[in-house]
């Protein structure tokens, strides 16, 4: 570990420590979205149990469902930091009890995944973001369940992984069922000391110590354990390898997938595909290719095959298999009746064939994880990087499971929602009508309180569409909400308008009319000033502000020069008479808190110079409190307060970054506070938190549903019943509940 890694290691642990334990307050959170979202980066159809399905995430962590799918349960308690899920196994006797490969190390549930604990015994330490050993494949013994063994990986490139603490590859050996784990060292051509991290492992279940492992230097074997390797790629492309597939009832035969390295984009897709061996890894060959029906210029990662969703073998017949596609080539999944002689398309990601209605999803061409069920064989499942689907009658009908369509065009939401929210906005006109904006799939609206929702885009143009960073409704004129939309890579953004709740957007103002493209504009005040003046304040993240008097038709940006630290503003708020912007500092000069009367005319600094507070990321002003969340980097982090308008302030919550802040119209303070880990979160405290008494002592809504609460990202109330209360989030959607 570096000097600075391991002086923000302590930093953190004595942080933790430094937090009080806050009393939970028992809640029940609902989540609310259309469904699917993130990468789908794992699936698992249960062994024991008919249509049990397990599902892991890229940002969501892990879901349950007991019905193929139809409905999904959030179950992350426990997890921590590791909310990327890249692989899932089932104890080979007991239902109940599961074992998750994630980011940052094992975990394990005796429950069905209601409860996790690490399983880090004999696994590096992790540093400040969680990251320790990214686990990429488990293999759990048929004959000795004590035994399970584990290897190091990570989804994308693995040899360029950042994630591991060790660097380079490594399998380790667990002989009391997780309690305890211990690395084998490999011999020969230490092939675990290259980087070469690994995709895919298997131990033949004839013999323990026979096992192979597909690395980013192609495949390797081992006869005594893992103690010695030798390379096993006799016929095997000279290329990194990826998942590995063992047949059931014979096997010596072997499937491996392989994926020429990235390269700069010179017109000619690069080489991927899949291998077999019949005698058990010793020699290979190359399948035939899968058909190329689609070809289109996309960009400089021109795969034949996604292979990361790899290959699946029917349990009773070596030689039938089912096959991902590539991205652009061959988009979706293929099967072989004769060990991948020849293929058929059976499904079509960008066309979708014999699917029911209710697939929204409008992006996710690449099959990127797959689960046959051993089970039944006719039952099949796949996710992509934000849908799901699944067929019970081998691949004839097909049904996407993410959400539920209904008659009326809308979608109800089954509970698997992946995505990273922006906003919630509530209609201040019509009750149980609701706004959600998203990362990547830009707005929807509900009219039933979240319950169901139908996704509003006509009249957005077309490269706009990716992202709703934030909505503000007219106060005087029902029906008429003003919105920001764009893309956060490239970063970009468009002012909007509609009139009639969402069904149609248009463009306000002439496209010169000064509004500043670049940035983010995930903040948007309309502020209303006492003497009835409309106002719109629009932050674009690193760049600064833009005010617009005349309701968005022109508009006058404030950057370097005119704007205090123009382009490390991450917050913004009002009180209806002043604008304030929360900023990470700049240059040795401390973050802080500034405010302009005249809307940026001229600014004052709300704290003090010499007061030191972490990176200002979340900003609410009501009257003369502010209540402010920061984050790590630039001073004392957590939630900080002033009752009197800046004048003095305190540190009302210790934790490793607070977000969301908001103070209720009875004066409740709220926010998110979240401990260290990839996404942040940890324990009790990677919790929505309240106080009921002006910031002295603060308490955690925490219940079902929507146990960690560390991916919390912003809050807001409801206008038309005051207990309810909205939660988006960095990889769960939306949340609701209501408040005690």
Request: aromatic residues 12%; charged residues 25%; neutral net charge.
């Amino acid at each position: 570990m570096s000097v600075i890694g391991l002086s923000l290691f302590v930093a953190a642990a004595t942080f933790v420590s430094d937090i009080p334990k806050m009393e939970n307050v028992e809640v029940k959170w609902r989540n609310c979205g259309a469904g699917g979202g993130g990468w789908l980066v794992s699936e698992l159809e249960s062994r024991h149990v008919k249509d049990r399905l397990f599902v892991g995430c890229d940002v969501g962590g892990f879901y349950f469902s007991e019905n193929g799918g139809r409905s999904y349960e959030i179950r992350n308690d426990g997890l921590g930091s590791a909310y990327y899920v890249q692989c899932i196994k089932e104890h080979p006797k007991d239902p109940n009890v599961l074992i998750l490969g994630t980011n940052c190390g094992l975990y394990k549930s005796n429950d069905l995944g209601k409860h996790w604990r690490l399983l880090d015994k004999g696994f590096p330490e992790g540093d400040i973001y969680g990251h320790s050993a990214p686990i990429a494949a488990i293999d759990w013994s048929e004959s000795d369940p004590n035994i399970i063994l584990a290897v190091l990986g990570a989804r994308g490139d693995p040899s360029s992984c950042n994630l591991c603490r060790t660097k380079f590859g490594a399998v380790y050996r667990s002989t009391d069922c997780g309690e305890s784990w211990k690395m084998i060292v490999a011999d020969g051509e230490e092939i675990l000391r290259m980087r070469s991290m690994m995709a895919g492992f298997s131990v033949d279940p004839r013999n323990p110590n026979s096992m192979l492992a597909t690395t980013t230097n192609g495949v390797y074997r081992s006869e005594d354990g893992g103690v010695h390797w030798t390379r096993s790629s006799e016929g095997f492309p000279n290329f990194p390898a990826r998942k590995l597939a063992r047949s059931v009832s014979n096997p010596d035969i072997v499937y491996a997938g392989f994926r020429e390295p990235p390269s700069k984009w010179d017109g000619r897709p690069k080489r991927a595909g899949f291998c077999r061996s019949d005698d058990n890894g010793r020699t290979w060959r190359e399948l035939s290719p899968l058909p190329e029906k689609y070809s289109r210029d996309a960009g400089k990662y021109h795969w034949r095959y996604t292979e990361d969703g790899g290959i699946a073998i029917n349990p009773a017949n070596p030689d039938l298999l089912w096959a991902s596609g590539g991205s652009f080539l061959a988009t979706g999944l293929f099967k072989s009746a004769d060990g991948g002689k020849t293929w058929h398309e059976i499904f079509n990601c960008q066309y979708k064939p014999h699917v029911e209605k209710g697939d929204w999803c409008p992006w996710g061409r690449g099959v990127g994880s797959m689960s046959l069920s051993m089970r039944d064989p006719k039952c099949f499942v796949f996710g992509t990087s934000g849908t799901i689907f699944r067929t019970e009658d081998g691949g004839k009908t097909w049904s996407q499971r993410y959400s539920e369509a209904r008659d009326d065009g809308k979608e109800n939401t089954s509970g698997l929602s992946v995505i990273c929210a922006r906003h919630v906005t509530v209609d201040p006109f019509v009750k149980d009508r609701v706004f959600f904006g998203f990362m990547d799939v830009s707005v929807f609206r509900s009219d039933d309180n979240g319950r169901s929702v139908v996704r509003c885009m006509n009249g957005i143009p077309q490269k706009y569409t990716n992202c709703n960073f934030s909505l503000v409704p007219d106060p005087d004129e029902k029906d008429v909400f003003y919105g920001t939309f764009g893309n956060w890579s490239p970063s970009r953004s468009i002012f909007l308008k509609t009139v009639d709740a969402g069904e149609h957007w248009q463009r306000v103002g002439k496209e010169d009319n000064g509004w500043k493209e670049p940035g983010d504009s995930d903040c948007l005040q309309l502020v209303k000033t006492a003497d009835g003046k409309k106002v719109f304040v629009s932050l674009a993240r690193n760049h600064g502000l833009q005010f617009s008097f005349d309701m968005g038709e022109t508009w006058k940006f404030h950057g370097e020069g005119d704007l205090p630290h123009a382009k490390s503003v991450f917050a913004l708020a009002s009180d209806g008479t002043s604008v304030y912007i929360g900023t990470h500092g700049e240059g040795k000069d401390n973050a802080a808190i500034f405010r302009t009367d005249d809307f940026g005319a001229t600014w004052k600094r709300v704290t003090p110079e010499n007061l030191k507070i972490g990176k200002v990321g979340s900003l609410w002003v009501r009257g003369q409190r502010i209540l402010a969340g920061t984050s790590h980097g630039c001073g004392p982090q957590g939630i900080w307060y002033s009752r009197d308008g800046g004048a003095k302030w305190e540190r009302v919550v210790k934790c490793f970054r607070g977000v969301g802040t908001m103070i209720g119209p009875d004066g409740t303070l709220y926010a998110i506070s979240q401990l260290p880990g990839w996404r942040d979160s940890c324990g009790d405290h990677g919790a929505v938190i309240f106080s009921k008494d002006d910031g002295k002592t603060w308490k955690t809504l925490f219940g079902s549903g929507f146990v960690n609460q560390g991916l919390g990202s912003f809050i807001s109330l409801d206008p038309h019943n005051p207990k309810r209360l909205w939660v988006g989030t960095g990889g769960n959607g939306i949340m609701t509940c209501e408040l005690p």
